[in-house]
């Protein structure tokens, strides 16, 4: 194997591949990262087992030949080294020779570096997934989605599957639902080619949180491929596998009301930043719970208090106001997270009394749908 | 006390003297932060008993009014809370009022924070310090001075006056010293204005970060006030005193070679990027240590070898070298940080043979000096 390649191609590359790789993985050869490369280009590939991530750099782009190839092989690399000698190079063009099997020559300026490889006939096969399942999202959208839903997970292993979002094709819409039992975050999206053979998986959020590190904030399409052990979502050069969480997900639709007492329109942005303010005091106690009262005259308030240090009190005006006067507490840190998911807008939280979960959506849309259960203080 | 103040302004006060405030202090006082209001203006003081920092906010400064005093008064309120809550309020208008003792009210907007403050009375006077021996620096200088020396004190407390920078008058030149034992770092700044009474002093290193943290990079001149066991440093609106450490700094002039077998003019940046990269090799053993080689044609051959992963070679054409030829190996840190001190330009480096310690100093002027133990591997 010998190639030449321009340094910064490269390391765009090991940037998304590195972050499959994980320094806490039991299986050796998967602290190295594979590089293959063939006639069409290099493909680098990063894995921990649940997410395999491969880049691909083609050997021309745009009329531009990225990479200068004499002779095709490959070889696996320790990943952390390979990357940062790769980042600390003199020059912007890098030598890349594998001679007597597994000694590598990295050269670059006058640097030059020799690491011992590994055998990339030990490194294990992508997982391999059929294109039955598929349909396409703009990769700005499906990001979107990620960060509606993820942050609503299972932090704790006490129900794995929780620790995952799930994905449903129910009529024409994608359906992603993530609760930890005491909240809940729902994003509803319509497709415009609905795939077969898919009903319902749960994606892991530590592999959503990774691949929306690796999307770029663009329209391009991104192919979803969904078998019954993993999904692909797969760029012009990028694969991004993740395998599935096993077991049943529960059936959420019971635990969102349907009629409600109390209505509020509030300007999300000002609520988030009361209850941040409120939150100072309330995180002392470390439940972080702050109390949300409303007022006649379009008022609400919201305050906390923390006996040994003191307490903080703040009115908002809100948009619309009806239904029974409410007194309700809540965890600040669930609260916004849901506000931020909304994103600044004007929200309605609709209340069916102090002690059941209650519901936030935007004004202009039902796509997001966000439950937070309450916390009896009163 | 009663008082509006511009958020902003209270803000920049607050993030000064935060520096001086430790989360791990036994003194319960200390956690929090005096706030003393006078007809002239609005003082600020924290403290971990090492450091205490006081800035001054003045009622009105370029004919703008910063501050609007109703009544006088102190109070101490608990500092990281205080300061997540200015730094959270929604307005750039904060009222703060003490009512009934220590009962704190701040306001700004429609928020409002109620505090138990805690008695100022019972908080420490600052230091008392005379100005005999004083003098003054430009602030940017006096950056520069900590810079250059305080990385090399010793990070152990097994000898503490290590931890420190030896402060001295030698005639007209200040004389800062800092070592570790491996290495040295000795920078010289002639004073205009000789301070009389003040021989050597040794000032903790985490004081001197935590002041240059402090200072703004401006030529406005810092006056320095040395007394038997404090260090104060008055910039026009903010006080740092530091206490000095006790105990005999160990005389080092006799560390420093005056005969040298070989000398290598070198450009500092070169060498330093080439010695980062051969330290990435090298870290792997733990002891980041890297060979120095000098060859005919005025060469020098960084290098680096870890029998597990492999090794890393890298030639710099030098501007001068004359003398012995040399193989000597140091660690890549102690280098590393002993270049960044000089800053780029071209080096001189002077050695009296591979087991004895080896200077660098800028080719410009003998200002600075560093001083290197190396590491027998040869």
Chains 1, 2 share one sequence.
């Not at 280009?41 to 880049?55: H, K, R, V």
């Amino acid at each position: 194997m010998k190639f030449d390649i321009m340094r910064d191609r490269l390391l765009n590359g090991l940037n998304d591949v590195m972050k499959a790789v994980s320094s806490k993985t039991t299986i050796p050869i998967l602290t190295g990262i594979k590089i293959d490369v063939t006639e069409e280009g290099l493909f680098l590939t990063g894995s921990d087992a649940d997410i395999t991530i491969q880049t691909f750099i083609p050997v021309e782009e745009d009329g531009d030949q990225l990479i200068n190839i004499t002779e095709t092989g490959s070889i696996v690399l320790q990943a952390r080294m390979f990357n940062e000698i790769v980042r600390k190079l003199p020059t912007n063009d890098v030598e890349i020779e594998v001679v007597n099997g597994l000694q590598t020559h990295i050269r670059s300026g006058k640097s030059e570096f020799h690491l011992i490889g590994s055998d990339a006939s030990e490194y294990p096969l992508l997982p391999e997934v059929s294109a039955d399942g598929s349909f396409s999202l703009p990769a700005d959208l499906l990001k979107s989605i990620i960060r509606e839903t993820v942050f609503a997970v299972a932090a704790s292993e006490s129900r794995p599957v929780l620790t995952g979002v799930n994905w449903q094709i129910q009529d024409d819409e994608l359906v992603c639902v993530a609760t930890d039992s005491h909240r809940l975050a729902r994003r509803k999206t319509k497709l415009e080619q609905v795939p077969t053979d898919v009903n319902s998986v749960v994606i892991p959020g530590k592999s959503l949180n990774e691949l929306n590190k690796v999307l770029e904030d663009s329209t391009n399409p991104v192919q979803i491929v969904i078998t019954s052990q993993q999904v692909l979502f797969k760029t012009e050069n990028v694969l991004f596998f993740s395998r599935l969480l096993e077991g049943n997900y529960p059936d959420t639709t019971r635990l969102i009301p349907a009629e409600f007492k109390t209505n509020v329109t509030i300007n999300g942005k000002s609520l988030l930043q009361a209850i941040d303010r409120a939150s100072l005091l309330a995180r002392e106690d470390r439940n972080n719970v702050v109390r949300f009262e409303t007022f006649e005259g379009n008022i609400v308030e919201i305050s906390s208090n923390s006996p040994e240090i003191g307490k903080v009190e703040e009115q908002i005006q809100v948009e619309a106001l009806d239904g029974e006067n409410l007194k309700i507490s809540f965890s600040a840190k669930y609260m916004m997270e849901a506000l931020k998911a909304i994103d600044g807008q004007d929200v309605i939280i609709q209340f069916t009394g102090a002690m059941r979960p209650f519901i936030l959506r935007s004004v202009i849309d039902d796509a997001i749908l966000q439950l937070i259960l309450p916390v009896r203080t009163y």
